[in-house]
């Protein structure tokens, strides 16, 4: 117990040496994180998804608040959706959307927890998202972890349907709309998921509360 307490003491007088540089660094990694994720799923526009392009993002966001990270990468993944169909766009816009407002409302600041979800299931340690976020977070931290994973299940369905999605797209705007809008809220892994995180998260919480 006294080495573990030592060790504390020493990270936190590391941290708070260097917090400035540890900032910039962790922001970068988890921009570029981001960014990689979004042109490894759905670079359907090949501009953006160059490398020199993300890195470029990453740098960006270094100077901006964490919560522009997330715009500047919704922004990106609507053009790509729209590169392939606009009416994926549309509706996705519309849900991105819905979900800020809602996100800005109860869980201003914890934009880390919106970006991170997406990013550890894509290292394939999802269950680690409601565990972790339950034992340095609380309970709001369960809406932005449904809202980053509406937005995985959404990203990783485009890409698994990618070319089933580009021959709706020539029946027209409204059959995408239609066809992406049925196909995204029917998928019945993405609720379950949402719930069991959800779950998780509050008696991951409420444990170490006790």
């Known amino acids: 117990m006294k080495n573990i ?4 003491a020493y990270l936190l007088k590391f941290y708070a040496k260097y917090s400035r540089y540890i ?3 962790f922001r970068f990694v988890l921009a570029l994180l981001t960014f990689s994720f979004v042109s490894n799923h759905v670079g359907f526009l090949e501009v953006l998804a160059n490398p020199a392009v993300t890195v470029g993002l990453s740098v ?4 901006l608040p964490m919560s522009m990270t997330a715009v500047f990468a919704a922004l990106v993944v609507l053009i790509q959706f729209f590169t392939l169909a606009p009416g994926v766009a549309i509706v996705s816009g519309l849900l991105i959307l819905m979900m ?11 934009s880390i927890v919106l970006l991170l979800t997406p990013i550890l299931f894509m290292l394939k340690i999802p269950l680690l998202t409601p565990i972790l976020f339950g034992l340095v977070g609380g309970p709001v931290c369960a809406v932005p972890v449904a809202f980053g ?9 485009v890409k698994s ?3 089933v999605i580009e021959t709706v797209a020539e029946t027209g705007t409204m059959s995408q709309i239609t066809a992406f809008t049925q196909q995204l809220f029917s998928n019945k892994e ?13 008696l991951v919480y409420n444990i170490r509360r006790l």
Do not use: Q
Request: aromatic residues 24%; glycine residues 4%.
């Open 23 to 25: 900032d910039i660094g």
């Open 190 to 202: 993405m609720w379950v998921v949402m719930i069991s995180f959800t779950i998780c998260l509050l």
């Open 5 to 8: 307490l030592e060790a504390r």
């Open 60 to 63: 960006i966001c270094i100077f």
């Open 161 to 163: 349907y990618a070319t």
């Open 149 to 157: 994973t509406i937005i995985y299940f959404m990203i990783a369905y």
């Open 100 to 110: 800020f407002a809602l996100y800005f409302r109860f869980a201003p600041g914890k």
